[in-house]
């Protein structure tokens, strides 16, 4: 029955891995945004260890340096073995980022296990999303944060099942080692936080509960990241925990990186919001190379068309549907809901120091972006059938109208690759 049940997730696990070579073999080597510099981090810990230093030079050439580790450390072994194969890399980062989609599955049948048709879509959109599969298949952090984030939000949710036995430690121990990832991961503290009031709200003793399981998880956590804390403190001094401030140093005297005060100078402030609205929509969903190859505006244009309907589609659900929640469905509407808010607003924040209007900034909350987009489409479809006669509304049910969302992000990513990715990246 078990075996059963996940083989949705199989299928579109297998289109994915099967996708996602194709979009590997698409894709030049060196043309996925920053490879050459993510390549000489992994090369310096195999000739030199762990960890390299972002040093003050004339050059730019490993501005990666100042990296979380842990991946890196990952596919040294892979560097090894392989000589230092491209492809070989790049195939684990592709295996790396199929993690999300399996914790994305497990998150949503633990969250709302009636609703199959829920795991289906949000695995799927997260799986042929154009823009992230160009990303995988390249050597980069994005797979192994993505994989993390899914996994911890899914550790959550299962956590605040009513009758969840997880120890809390292990989320502190997830939560330690996406620290040492990447920091676009550390906004997803505060959906931790969160987890930990609702489940000491649910408790007796509330207070005890919330200093228990705070300090369950605030432990492991500050004990696996503190180690990167206080090593970047001894390398770049105090308070340069992030290594952020060296950084942003070499970033504006060595790279010229445009800041948004340069800008805005240049724009305005709409000219700014103009451009980091509608880039960071157009590289969430596909703007290939280094951010070189967009796809055609009368994509975008129906992107846009599918985005509005989605909102229109979530706003009919909660109207229609949101009684028929339980308590423990909305304490992970709100957990998820605070991770979308807090990394949207982590990165707005960023934006107001450089311009990186990179839409795959936003991928630490592909799980609650997701579920909206899934949400809202089959909310349409849910809304359409009253309109249909009764004998259309038989075969017209929500797993279906979900199946259609998959299969046609599906066909996007296929239309992504043939006509965008090969013809004007290759």
């Known amino acids: 029955m078990l075996r059963r049940a996940n083989l949705p997730l199989w299928i579109i696990l297998a289109a994915y891995l099967v996708l996602g070579s194709r979009y590997l073999h698409a894709t030049p080597a060196w043309r996925t945004p920053d490879e050459f510099a993510h390549v000489r981090v992994i090369s310096q810990i195999a000739a030199e260890g762990c960890c390299p230093s972002l040093e003050i030079s004339d050059t730019w050439d490993d501005y990666e340096d100042h990296q979380p580790p842990l991946y890196y450390v990952l596919l040294t072994p892979v560097y090894l073995a392989s000589n230092g194969d491209l492809s070989a890399l790049r195939v684990t980062s592709l295996l790396i980022g199929s993690g999300a989609l399996i914790a994305a599955w497990f998150a949503m049948r633990a969250a709302f296990p009636a609703q199959l048709w829920l795991a289906i879509g949000v695995t799927a959109f997260i799986a042929f999303l154009p823009q992230r599969l160009g990303m995988v298949v390249g050597v980069n952090n994005d797979a192994l944060a993505e994989t993390l984030a899914a996994a911890l939000l899914a550790l959550c949710i299962y956590w605040l099942r009513p009758n969840g ?160 929640l339980s308590r423990a469905q909305r304490d992970v509407l709100w957990v998820l809901g605070v991770a979308l808010v807090a990394v949207v607003g982590t990165f707005f924040y960023y934006n107001l120091k450089f311009v990186q209007f990179q839409g795959r900034y936003l991928y630490p909350a592909l799980l609650p972006i997701a579920l909206c987009y899934t949400v809202g489409i089959v909310g349409i479809g849910r809304g359409i059938r009253t309109l249909l006669p009764q004998q259309t509304m038989r075969w017209l049910n929500l797993t279906v109208v979900s199946v259609l969302f998959s299969l046609g992000m599906a066909a996007f990513a296929v239309y992504a690759l043939y006509r965008v990715l090969i013809p004007f990246l290759v």
């Open 165 to 324: 036995r997880l120890n809390p430690i292990w989320i502190g121990v997830l939560l330690g080692i996406c620290f040492v990832t990447k920091l676009t991961l550390y906004p997803l503290a505060a959906a931790v936080g969160v987890a930990l009031l609702i489940k000491a709200r649910r408790s007796t003793q509330p207070l005890r509960a919330l200093i228990g399981s705070g300090l369950a998880v605030a432990l492991p956590a500050a004990l696996i990241g503190g180690m990167f804390w206080l090593r970047n403190i001894s390398v770049y001094g105090f308070p340069d925990f992030l290594a952020q401030q060296r950084h942003d140093l070499l970033a504006v005297n060595v790279s010229q990186q445009p800041t948004t005060e340069q800008w805005i100078d240049r724009l305005g402030v709409n000219g700014w919001l103009e451009d980091m609205l509608g880039t960071t929509f157009q590289s969430f969903w596909g703007q290939f190379g280094e951010m070189a190859v967009p796809m055609q505006s009368s994509t975008y244009h129906v992107l846009h068309f599918v985005t509005c309907a989605a909102v229109l589609g979530v706003v009919f659900t909660v109207v229609t549907r949101r009684k028929a």
